[in-house]
């Protein structure tokens, strides 16, 4: 597809780049999804699969779009597999700096508070992140006893352990494993839009809760794309993501160097109200390891824009 022009064009970030910006000449997503779908037609063939919508910039069309993948989802339906994205370089899992997946107390559903060697506590509007994940190699069933390595920025856009001010901290950071449903959940905060990049968070999913401890052999590192409209409610509720509002007013799902290039299988439905709370949630197709390869950025910058304290986009 045509791209989008990318804000911060003429700056180069390393954040979400990761392989990408090396392998140029690597097959776009959907050529990725369709390559994983041809080699897996036999065992996909009792299955639907969930409508592909074509990519809308507005705001409207792309909750439409995931509204509409979490209905055929209730019905037992399959999901497109979940594009390969970079963990950026503040993962918290060993790959860059620190890694929080060796400490004790990282498996737990509420990830608010620091854990070990730390404290405090991240504020914002309390949130549940609910990841249902379907295993595409065993016919679209639960991803039962896999493992989830969730995370993302605070109310001021900075990620714990790496940003200005919280490198002694390691809030907004946890693994839960699958339920029999393939269910995990989180219980956390609403993520903040930080300049040049779409509000999002950031996942890796593991086979096992074995993989995840020992932080390594991730099956599936992605990503997950918050719809505007609760962006929009979340941000003029709480104060505290005022510098969210002109962030996200300054950027769309189409100009964004991670979704760019279609965001169906990426993008949650949102329920709830800020003063009780909000509740993310999305199905993830997880595909077998060797068919999730990043594809190129779609656009310069790497991953566009610059956060609060001027550091590298993550």
Known sequence: MT????????EVHEHDRGLSHDLKSMLSRRRALFMFGAAGATALAACSTAGSTASSSSSSSSTEAAATTA??????????????????PYPGDGSNGPNVLV??????????SSFGAYSGTAEGVATTIELNLQDLTKDCAAGEGMA?????CDRDGEYSLYGQGVTEQNYLRGVQVADSAGRVSFTSIFP?????????????????LESAVAGEDARLTSQIAVPQDACSTVFA??????????????????????????????????????????????TIGVAEKSANTQSAPSGPGGGGGQPPNGAPVR
């Open 192 to 208: 903040a839009c930080y300049s040049g990049r779409w509000p999002h968070i950031h996942f890796e999913v593991f086979d096992s």
């Open 103 to 112: 400490e004790s107390g990282i498996v737990r559903q509420d990830i608010r």
């Open 237 to 282: 509720y709480d104060s505290g993501y005022a510098n969210s509002v002109g962030n996200l007013s300054k950027v769309s799902l189409d100009s964004d160097n991670v979704f760019g290039d279609g965001w169906d299988a990426e993008l949650a439905t949102v329920s709830g109200e800020p003063a009780t709370g909000m509740t993310i949630s999305i």
């Open 148 to 152: 989830v390595y969730l995370w993302h």
């Open 3 to 10: 791209n989008s022009p990318r804000h911060h064009a003429d």
């Open 71 to 88: 209905e055929t989802v209730s019905d037992g339906t399959c999901v497109a597999a979940a594009p390969q994205e970079t963990a950026g």
